[in-house]
C-alpha cells in the first residue's frame, strides 16, 4: 500500500477505480447476480449518481489517487426524507480490520445529519461477517425486513440507527 490514506469526497476521475472496487468486493462475498447492488446502475458512475445536495460518497485514497476504499449515502428510495441510506461501502482487504470502515461510517452520518438526515439505514448480507460486526459495534439496530425500495432482493441484513 502506497502513502498516507485519506476519507475524501470522490472525483470523477475515481469512477473506473470505483466500479472495480465495488465489482472485485462484490465477486469476494459472491455477491453477483440479480438483487445485489453490484447490478446498480450507478456502478460506473459513482460520482455522478451522488452529485446532488442530499447524496455524498467518498473514497480512501492515498496521495497518488490510488483508491483502496468507499462509502457513501443518500435518501432511503422509498423512504422519507428523513431517512438516508449508508450505501456501497466496500474496501479492498489490505484496509480492512484497521479502523477505516468506522471512521468513513462516523464520516457519512457526520454529513447526513448536516443535510438534515436523522435515521440512516442500511443492508447488506449476512455473509460479510466483518461489516455485520462493524455495524453492530456502531450502535446500528439489526431490522426483521427492509425498508424503502432499494431493489435489492438479495440482501439478507438490516439495520438502522438514529444520526
Known amino acids: ?14 469512477n473506473k477505480q470505483v466500479a472495480r472496487l465495488i465489482r472485485e468486493v462484490m465477486h469476494q462475498y459472491e455477491c453477483v447476480g440479480e438483487g445485489y447492488s453490484i447490478e446498480d446502475p450507478e456502478v460506473d458512475n459513482m460520482f455522478e449518481y451522488y452529485e446532488h445536495e442530499r447524496a455524498v460518497y467518498y473514497v480512501i485514497a492515498d496521495e497518488t489517487g490510488k483508491v483502496y476504499g468507499g462509502g457513501g449515502f443518500d435518501q432511503l428510495s422509498g ?6 441510506e449508508l450505501k456501497k461501502m466496500y474496501f479492498y482487504p489490505e484496509i480492512r480490520g484497521k479502523g ?58 438490516y439495520y438502522v440507527r438514529e444520526i
Open 79 to 84: 423512504g422519507d426524507d428523513t431517512i438516508c
Open 1 to 14: 500500500m502506497q502513502g498516507h490514506l485519506k476519507i475524501r469526497p470522490i472525483r470523477k476521475e475515481d
Open 100 to 157: 477505516l470502515g468506522k471512521k468513513m461510517v462516523h464520516t457519512c452520518l457526520e454529513r447526513a445529519k448536516e443535510l438534515g438526515f436523522d435515521t440512516c439505514y442500511l443492508e447488506t448480507v449476512e455473509r460479510m461477517v466483518e461489516a455485520n460486526s462493524l455495524y453492530n459495534k456502531l450502535g446500528f439496530k439489526p431490522l426483521e425486513k427492509n425498508m424503502g425500495c432499494t431493489g435489492h432482493s438479495s440482501c439478507d441484513a
